[in-house]
């Protein structure tokens, strides 16, 4: 006789960060549509869904954000699981999102799996966070630079600063992903581990690449200590 599991009941959390996409809805839809996918592939029964335009920085989101608030208050008292799309969509605060691992609530995130320990959440969340600083900054630097140089973002102008823009942003993600990622691997080093054994331990624990669904390997553990301690010597310069 197979053993039984505990079936999960769980409510879905949307959100996006502006008015425009809230309005648009197209957001709030593609991620209600990941967790329906997610929550048929995994057995998980929903029970309703709420949606929140709302930015998800700073660790006092939740007090700006009554709708989460309430929906935390509801999955408790039902004993039920939170689900979003990507941990992103639930904030871009380690500290926040920290908060929510550690109470009694289970949260699942769609992009990490149904059973996606709590170390795998929070480098998530962790490069969540430095994404967003990185995009911010850099995107303001570029912005900055480029009206220097007497640009006007308008017509064609403006297509090649959103280009640029997209290319900024790309940076700034990988910059992210090396500096959330750093203080695990040096972690692991610490341990005695090699930089196979540490892709290996990656790997295993379901750690996201820079791009999700790749595999870890010893070179790309090596160039994201150099790239991430590189970043972090500019932060501390």
Known sequence: MSP???????????????????????????????IEQFA????????GFV?????????????RRPKLAALLKQCKKEKAALVVAKTSRLARNVNFGSSI???????????AGLNADEFNLHIRMSIDQEERKRI???TKAALQAAKRRGKRLGN???????????IVAQVARADAFAVASL???????????????????????????????????????CKMLQRGKARMGKVAG
């Not at 691992?101 to 992009?111: G, N």
Request: proline share 3%.
């Open 4 to 34: 039984t599991h505990t079936p999960i009941k769980a409510y879905g959390y949307c959100r996006v960060s502006t008015r425009e996409q809230g309005r648009s809805g197209l957001g709030l839809a593609a991620q209600r549509s990941t």
């Open 136 to 138: 911010s900054a850099n």
């Open 51 to 63: 949606d929140e335009v709302q930015t998800g920085k700073g660790s006092d989101a939740l007090s």
């Open 183 to 221: 203080p695990f691997i040096e972690a692991y080093q610490r341990q005695g581990l090699t930089l196979r054994d540490i892709a290996e331990q990656m790997n295993l624990r379901g750690i996201p690449t820079a791009r999700d669904g790749g595999s870890w390997y010893a070179p790309m553990i």
């Open 156 to 166: 064609l102008k403006a297509l090649e600063a959103h280009r640029q823009r997209g």
């Open 40 to 47: 048929k592939n995994e057995g998980v029964t929903l029970l």
């Open 101 to 111: 691992l550690e109470s009694h609530i289970r949260f699942i995130a769609c992009d």
